[in-house]
C-alpha cells in the first residue's frame, strides 16, 4: 500500500513555472506506475502525464511539450515540472499510483494540490 502526499502548489502568473511533487511512503514504489491529474471547477478529473516503473512517459496533448513528469525512485518521489503555464492548467492536480495488473495494488491518490495560473 501507498500513502501520497503532494506538494508544490500555488499561486503563478501565466508564462510562469512551477514543480509539483508527490512523496509516496510505502512499500515498492519502484514497481507502480505514477501519474498526475488535474480537475478544474465543474470538469472531470483528467489525465495530465504518467510514467511507469521502466520511465516510459505519456502527456495530455494540451500539455506537451511543457509540462515534464519524472520520478526517483530512490527517494519514493514522483515530480511534475510545469513551464509556459497558462490560465487553463488551473486545477487541483492530484498524484495517482497503480501497480501492474499482476501484483494488484492500488489506486491509490494523494489530497491534491492547488495550482492556480492567473494575472
Known amino acids: 500500500q501507498l500513502h501520497l502526499v503532494e506538494s508544490g502548489g500555488g499561486l503563478v502568473q501565466p508564462g510562469g513555472s512551477l514543480r509539483l511533487s508527490c512523496a509516496a511512503t510505502?512499500?515498492?514504489?519502484?514497481?507502480?506506475?505514477m501519474g498526475w491529474y488535474r480537475q478544474a471547477p465543474g470538469k472531470q478529473r483528467e489525465l495530465v502525464a504518467s510514467i511507469t516503473n521502466s520511465f516510459m512517459r505519456n502527456y495530455a496533448d494540451s500539455v506537451k511539450d511543457r509540462f515534464t513528469i519524472s520520478r526517483d525512485n530512490s527517494k519514493n518521489t514522483v515530480y511534475l515540472q510545469m513551464n509556459s503555464l497558462k490560465p487553463e492548467d488551473t486545477a487541483v492536480y492530484y498524484c495517482?499510483?497503480?501497480?501492474?495488473?499482476?501484483w494488484g495494488q492500488g489506486p491509490y491518490w494523494g489530497q491534491g494540490t492547488q495550482v492556480t495560473v492567473s494575472s
Open positions: 495517482h499510483a497503480i501497480s501492474p495488473p499482476s
Open positions: 510505502g512499500s515498492s514504489f519502484n514497481i507502480y506506475i
